[in-house]
């Protein structure tokens, strides 16, 4: 090797060490600033109006609104004409698989007609992209774990039949549910609360009927023990909680069938909330089907077109303030 040549690889051999030293550096930094685990939390209350939540104490509730998205023009009903009936076993359907009626065939609570199989529970779509990914569900509706559930690690049915079995129902299964997230065994958790629904039909949906108003606020108390649980996994074990809220459908009087021409039973909300989601209210037009596609898009799963999925993430969506 020429004297020249030896003083240009020395040269270069510097400037080499001194690049490999920069990306030990920066491999060093990014594994300090490791990204977060993202984890979702669907929280379902059955028959819950806006505006009675609004006529609540709700702690919880309000602390997901604030730091989160609210999503206040959400309709139960697609667009298109589809024979769904404004009742739970449509409603749940609609959540949880993130198609409509015309799709997963449920039109009613009879669940006759229903095409799972085609269009199964989110669950199914988790497992079939991130197989890693641990699911767990807790609710207190029959029918959401026997009819609609699939692909789930864990499952509790806490099998509510009368009004008052939901309120000791959904006790039980919001202390469950925080535990299984405590656990930090679960990366996809729904929880669903029945007994608004039940007070509902016992009482009246309104904002002035104090039992359905003392309902929520009790529901509230339970989501506050799930909150708990995530605050203390995202202070120690660097997860990322994506918290989804929403319901069926509304109520009138002490019903809600047959409410396509009643906006109280038709128009509801969803709430998107977690530390990486950025707060604000938004009055665009958002479905039911939005929350299964919004679960995905957070868990960084991009549906197939074979899915057939019907909703849009509402992450991204304009914000008014
Ligand atoms: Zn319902």
């Known amino acids: 090797m020429s004297k020249r040549s030896r003083k240009f690889f020395a040269g270069w051999g510097g400037v080499l060490l001194a690049v490999i030293c920069l990306a030990v550096l920066a491999s060093d930094t990014s ?18 109006r806006p505006d009675a939540i609004e006529a609540a ?5 309000d602390r997901l609104v604030k730091q989160g998205l609210y999503c206040e023009n959400t309709d139960i009903l697609a667009s298109r004409e589809t024979k769904g009936d404004t009742v739970s076993g449509p ?30 529970h989110f669950f199914a779509r988790v497992k079939e992209a991130r197989p890693e ?19 789930s690690d864990e499952t509790i049915n806490a099998k509510a039949q009368h009004a008052q079995d939901y309120l000791v129902a959904d006790d039980e299964l919001s202390t469950a549910a925080a535990k299984c997230i405590r656990a930090g065994k679960s990366d996809v958790v729904v929880c669903y609360f029945g ?12 904002p002035t009927v104090k039992k359905y108003v003392e309902s929520i606020e009790r529901v509230d108390g339970y989501i506050g023990r799930l909150l708990a649980a995530i605050d203390e996994r995202q202070k120690t074990s660097q997860e990322a909680w994506l918290i989804l809220v ?3 459908h509304g109520g009138s009087g002490t019903n809600h069938g047959g409410g396509r021409e009643k906006p109280e039973i038709r128009h509801v909300f969803i709430i998107a909330s977690g530390t990486e989601v950025k707060a604000g209210k938004t009055s ?34 304009k914000r008014s303030e």
């Open 31 to 48: 594994g300090a600033e490791a990204k977060p685990v993202r984890k979702v939390l669907m929280i379902g209350i059955d028959g819950c």
């Open 133 to 151: 990914l641990k699911t767990a569900s807790f609710s207190s509706w029959p029918p959401i774990a026997e009819k609609i559930l699939s692909h």
């Open 284 to 317: 665009e037009p958002t479905y039911q089907v939005d929350i299964v596609a919004t679960a995905l898009d957070y868990l960084g799963i991009v549906p197939q077109a074979s899915w057939k999925l019907d909703g849009q993430s509402v992450l991204d969506l």
């Open 246 to 248: 929403c319901t069926d």
């Open 91 to 120: 409603g749940w359907s609609n959540l949880l698989t993130g198609v409509w009626p015309d799709k997963h065939g449920v039109v009613d609570n009879s669940f006759k007609g229903s095409s799972y199989m085609e269009y199964p």
């Open 57 to 61: 104490h709700t702690p919880h509730l």
């Open 195 to 206: 007994q608004v629904d039940e007070t509902g039909h016992g009482n009246g949906f309104h």
